[in-house]
Every structure is written in structure tokens, then in C-alpha cells.
């Protein structure tokens, strides 16, 4: 089995790192993993991206077309990527800085609002990781107990503090219900 | 040995530490500048040397008297920086000094862009500068490969007193895949030759000029020598799904991977593909490939250029199958589904659709 991901969003808003986070994840796991940021001028302030395939099999074409799970943390990502995704894709949303619905026939949407969660919570910078929590428990990206492992990879441990909040970040997207009023 | 998420561009630096690289000069460029980067903070910390110069030039120069001196050292660039650097790719040549040189492609001609691109194919395997010389050229297609043939190419320049260039383009330089660096033990022969000081030996003199055209011609018949050696032994590719492919691909590098989702999709319709991927780029696997070419109906040469390696798949083949193209160039990367779309053209002009 195949996973391909791409992650959007505004340069700044921690993109390759989500990516870079769920690469880990995959990696503990034993599996073929590629990681591909976008490398242009748009990392200096333009929509950043990054291509994350999960597999089986070896990594061919680490380039991501057609994602099975979108998520885009700004609305032009929604807009450049949404109608390349594949069939049935899961499409996250930031619903905070997206003020408009999902229209991909066929996907499942996700409008998580984790730029307001972020910054609710105290920690405004991390609403990449905040989408990554949902993203491990809507699309099973991997079990959760994978995921302070894939931290200890991806945050230095003498780095306490940005290690707690990150995993107080994944937390909130992953008890994330969708029912709350925001 | 633990797997490590690396980046292509950190995975250069770091293997190439591991050989012994304690010497490393360069100037900046997208896409490769995480090698710089990585250099300059790993090398103080372990008593080696990290020099920004002022130019790519100088960059060159200062590899070229680190060799000399007989110490492994290291250079990295993209593209518009190796035409920079190629007349001292030359001097280096000629003074027979072993150093290993990094392009990751970006698209050209001129400062181009700064997306992957291989139009740097034949700067590449045909030495670059002026004169009688060549590179031995690595392409590597996943980071572990970049791991292992950053250590070879110490290996290699060292064994045979050349330059070698690892040829990679944005997408590998940029990506991160799972590797291991683990333990290496290189491979560094005495070097009796180098400048070390002549304190109880008489002096050895490094230098590319000779007066002499008898000389010259010389030194340079020597110089193919080595060359015809490295074509007999130095040789690696990958086969991929060719034992009994009517069209077979030809790719390195990023392309390299992107057809063999192309071959897997080719599979699954019934049609017979298969993915040749050189590995040197000089020496080019040419035995192999006319091997390929007894059974094959059709080869496909996958580059992000205008087609330049398309010209050895041809020599090496002796032009007894047709030779297609599939190419993109300017930064653009290919799809895998239209490489499929050429494999399906091509099956159809053999009649096997």
C-alpha cells in the first residue's frame, strides 16, 4: 500500500516540518518513505509544500500528483491543490484561515480550525501540528503511540519545552471532535 | 546501524566526512547549498577546514592546492557554478590530482532556474573544461546511493588520481529517504607524489604545463590509459524488470525513479518495460546496454534535458534498435504518467498494441 501526502501552506507555518514529522512516523514503522519540500522563492513567504509518500514498496517518483490526503493550512494551497487529489482523498482544511468549504467530488473533508486552537491553547506557532494531530486520527496515519517517537526523531530532547508543545499540539488535533462551535 | 531520515545535499556532506573529506571550499548556490552548510558546521568542530571563497573560481583553485597537498577535499555546486569551475576542472586533470566535485543540476543554459534539471549531461561525461581529459561521473538515484557513492567517488579519485563528479539534480539534493551512514573504512593509498614539504626526498613538482608537445602527448596517452581502465572496471547500473522487456527505459537520477512507476503502470497494462539505469555516467554502461539490445525491440531515453545521454545510448547500442526520447527541461519534472503515454506510443509503432 501507497500513501501519497501533500502538506501546504503559507512559507513560516512549520510545512516541512509536519512533513518531516510524519516521514519519522513512518520510518519507526519500518516502512519506504520519501520526503519532497517545494525549494523555490516561495519559502521565503510564498505557499510552501511538501510531498510525503508512505509505502511497501520503494519509493519511485517522489514527487506528489495526486495526493491521497491534502492538507492545506491556507487557502491558495486548497485552491492549487484540491482538484489534483485522487479519488476518495482525505482533504485536511484550516478552517481558521480557509473561509470556504471543500468542493473535490468525492473526498472527505476535514475542517479542523487549528491556527484558532493553536492560539488558544498558547502555542500560535504550531497549528501545522495541531493539523498533523487530526491528520494521525481521521486518516490513520499512524498510531498514535508512534508519534512521541517520530518527536524524540524530529525535536531535540534538550529542547524540552518545543518538545511538550508539540505534543500538546498533536493532542489538541487529535481529540479534535469537530463538534465545538469556533 | 540506525536509519536516519537524510537529506540529499546533508547525506554528500556527511558520507564524505566519513571518507576522510576534512576539506572543504565552495561558494553558495540553489539547490545544493545544504552541502556547504553542513560543512561549515561539522568541519571546525573536527579540526578540518570549511572556506567560503570569494567566487567559484577560487573555490576550484583552493580544492586543486588541498590536493596537492594530498589531502581528500571536496567542492559542490549547481550547474551555472560548475561552468565556473571547469577550467579548473581542467588544470586539476592535467596535474593528475584526485578531488571529488558535487553538481546538483538546476536548469540552464545561463543562470537558468534553480529547479532540478540533467541538461548538465555532457559538461559532465565530457570533462567539462578544455583538453584531453574526463571526469568519472557517479549518478546516483536514492540517498542511500549518495551515501555510498560519495565514499566510492574518494575511493575512485584516489585509486586512479582523477577528479570525480557526483552528478545529482535538485530533486535528489533536496529530498530526504531513509539511510544509513554507518562505519567506513576508505580506501587512501600512499601518495608519494603530493606536496608534503620535500624535507629528505627530492622535490615532486604538480603542475599541467608542457612545453614539450612530445611530452604532452605523453602524459596524455598515460592519462587513457587509466581511462580504458576505468571503462573495464569501474562500470555500475541498474537493471530494473528488463530480463524480457521489448521497451526499455533509460534513466538516472530523479528520472531514474519516476520511470519505474512508469514501468510498474506499463506492467500492469501487459506491456513489456523495463528501466536500464546507469549508474556512471563515465564510464557509461555501453557492454550492458548492447547486451539489451538483442533481445529489446525499443529503448527510451528519460532525461530532463533536451536529450544529450540519448547520444551514448545510441553509441552504445550501435544504433540496431530506434532510440526514443522522453524529455522535459528548464526545471520541469517528468510525470510518470507521461512516460507512460510513451511507452504506450512506442508499443504501438512495434505493433505490440
Given at each position: ?22 516521514a ?16 523555490g ?21 517522489p ?84 508519534a ?18 508539540n ?16 | ?17 566519513t ?36 567566487s ?10 588541498a ?8 567542492t ?25 566535485i558535487?553538481n ?26 578544455h583538453?584531453?581529459?574526463h ?20 575511493d ?48 615532486n ?11 604532452l ?24 524488470q ?77 544504433c ?10 528548464g526545471?520541469?519534472i ?10 504506450r ?6 505493433g505490440?498494441?
Amino acid at each position: 500500500m501507497t500513501r501519497n501526502m501533500l502538506i501546504a501552506g503559507f512559507g513560516g507555518q512549520g510545512i516541512l516540518f509536519a512533513g518531516k514529522f510524519i516521514a519519522y512516523t513512518a520510518l519507526l514503522r519500518g516502512k519506504e518513505v520519501s520526503w519532497l519540500p517545494s525549494y523555490g522563492p516561495e519559502m521565503r513567504g510564498g505557499t510552501a509544500n511538501c510531498s510525503v509518500i508512505i509505502s511497501d514498496e520503494p519509493v519511485g517518483s517522489p514527487i506528489v500528483l495526486c495526493p491521497d490526503i491534502l492538507t492545506a493550512l491556507n487557502l491558495p494551497s486548497l485552491d492549487k491543490y484540491e482538484e489534483a487529489c485522487a479519488p476518495g482523498a482525505e482533504i485536511f482544511i484550516n478552517s481558521t484561515l480557509i473561509n470556504r468549504k471543500g468542493v473535490r467530488a468525492g473526498a472527505r473533508f476535514h475542517y479542523i480550525p487549528a491556527t484558532k486552537l493553536a492560539d488558544d491553547a498558547g502555542i500560535p506557532k504550531l497549528a501545522n501540528m495541531v493539523m498533523v494531530g487530526a491528520m494521525i486520527k481521521r486518516a490513520e496515519v499512524c498510531a498514535w503511540e508512534d508519534a512521541s517517537g517520530a518527536m524524540k526523531k524530529t525535536v531535540p530532547e534538550r529542547k524540552k519545552e518545543l518538545f511538550d508543545a508539540n505534543l500538546r499540539a498533536l493532542e489538541i488535533g487529535y481529540n479534535f471532535d469537530g463538534s465545538a462551535v469556533l | 546501524m540506525e536509519k536516519l531520515m537524510l537529506k540529499g545535499n546533508e547525506a554528500i556532506a556527511e558520507a564524505a566526512i566519513t571518507a576522510g573529506c576534512l576539506h572543504f571550499f565552495g561558494y553558495p548556490i540553489t539547490p545544493q547549498t545544504e552541502v556547504a552548510a553542513y560543512m561549515a558546521r561539522k568541519l571546525p568542530k573536527i579540526g578540518g577546514v570549511y572556506l567560503q571563497a570569494e567566487s567559484e573560481v577560487a573555490a576550484i583553485n583552493m580544492v586543486i592546492g588541498a590536493a596537492a597537498a594530498g589531502v581528500r577535499v571536496m567542492t559542490s555546486s549547481s550547474s551555472p557554478g560548475i561552468s565556473l569551475k571547469s577550467e579548473g576542472l581542467s588544470y586539476l586533470s592535467g596535474c593528475d590530482l584526485p578531488a571529488v566535485i558535487v553538481n546538483i543540476q538546476r536548469g540552464g543554459p545561463g543562470l537558468g532556474g534553480i529547479q532540478p534539471s540533467q541538461s548538465d549531461y555532457f559538461q559532465a561525461t565530457r570533462g567539462s573544461g578544455h583538453g584531453d581529459y574526463h571526469l568519472i561521473v557517479l549518478a546516483p538515484g536514492t540517498v542511500q546511493e549518495i551515501v555510498d557513492l560519495t565514499r566510492r567517488a574518494f575511493d575512485l579519485a584516489d585509486k586512479y588520481r582523477v577528479g570525480v563528479m557526483l552528478l545529482g539534480d535538485g530533486v535528489l539534493g533536496q529530498m530526504m529517504e531513509p539511510a544509513v551512514i554507518g562505519e567506513y573504512t576508505p580506501a587512501v593509498p600512499a601518495k608519494p607524489w603530493a606536496l608534503t614539504g620535500a624535507s629528505g626526498r627530492p622535490k615532486n613538482i604538480v603542475n599541467s604545463l608542457y612545453l614539450d608537445p612530445e611530452e604532452l602527448e605523453r602524459t596524455n596517452f598515460e592519462r587513457f590509459r587509466k581511462y580504458e581502465q576505468i571503462r573495464r572496471d569501474e562500470v555500475l547500473f541498474e537493471e530494473y524488470q528488463t530480463e524480457d522487456a521489448d521497451l526499455v527505459l533509460v534513466g538516472y537520477g530523479a528520472p531514474g525513479r519516476i520511470c519505474r512507476n512508469a514501468v510498474a503502470a506499463a506492467r500492469a497494462e501487459g506491456l513489456r518495460a523495463g528501466l536500464f539505469r546507469p549508474v556512471t555516467l563515465y564510464p557509461f554502461p555501453s557492454e550492458a546496454l548492447k547486451k539489451l539490445a538483442e533481445r529489446a525491440k525499443r529503448f527510451i531515453s528519460v532525461e530532463m534535458s533536451m536529450g544529450q545521454m540519448v547520444d551514448d545510448v545510441r553509441l552504445a547500442i550501435e544504433c540496431r534498435r530506434p532510440v526514443d526520447t522522453c524529455l522535459r527541461t528548464g526545471g520541469v519534472i517528468h510525470t510518470p504518467a507521461e512516460i507512460l503515454e510513451k511507452i504506450r506510443a512506442c508499443a504501438k509503432e512495434e505493433g505490440l498494441i
